[in-house]
């Protein structure tokens, strides 16, 4: 999906050989041990510009979604959707700006990365803004154990013709 949106895709883990078969580029994390911010970080210094950042559990993210994240976030630091269930740092848009302040954090131990909003200018894309792109409510639904494997799965089957 994310090959529809931006001609580069990467992966940015601790442990390259676990994501090795995705034949796509790897970027090992340049401070080891700091969890997502610390992801963050990795992509936005290694990619050197505006950064769609991503997890790797959200298999409902659609393309027009995606695209105006990118978007939106060209005149802030950050854009981030802002649900019920409140923000989305982990599927939003980074400046190179934030890797200072990220690096700042990190070499403190602060490893939050809502924290960081706090910190930036930040756009938010509040319910309004999502509703088009999320009729359903599944835009940011994650998968964290088997049992919302098994849920993403009956969603998916309602959602194919």
Request: proline share 7%; net charge negative.
């Amino acid at each position: 999906m994310l090959g529809t949106v931006t001609d580069r895709v990467v992966v940015v883990a601790a442990d390259r050989e676990r994501y090795a078969a995705l034949g796509i580029p790897i970027w090992e994390d340049l401070v080891p041990d700091a969890g997502p911010l610390g992801g963050i970080y990795t992509a936005l210094v290694r990619a050197a510009s505006r950064t769609l950042v991503v997890a790797g559990d959200m298999p409902f993210l659609t393309p027009a979604f995606m695209r105006h994240l990118d978007r939106a976030g060209r005149d802030a630091d950050v854009a981030v959707a802002r649900t019920a269930d409140g923000r989305h740092p982990l599927c939003a848009s980074y400046d190179t700006a934030c890797a200072g302040v990220i690096r700042q954090s990190l070499e403190r131990g602060a490893l939050a990365v809502g924290d960081l909003l706090a910190k930036v200018r930040l756009r938010e894309i509040g319910p309004d803004e999502l509703r088009p792109f999320d009729p359903d409510g599944t835009l940011f639904f994650n998968i964290n154990t088997p049992e919302d494997y098994a849920r993403g799965q009956q969603l998916a089957a309602r959602r194919s013709p």
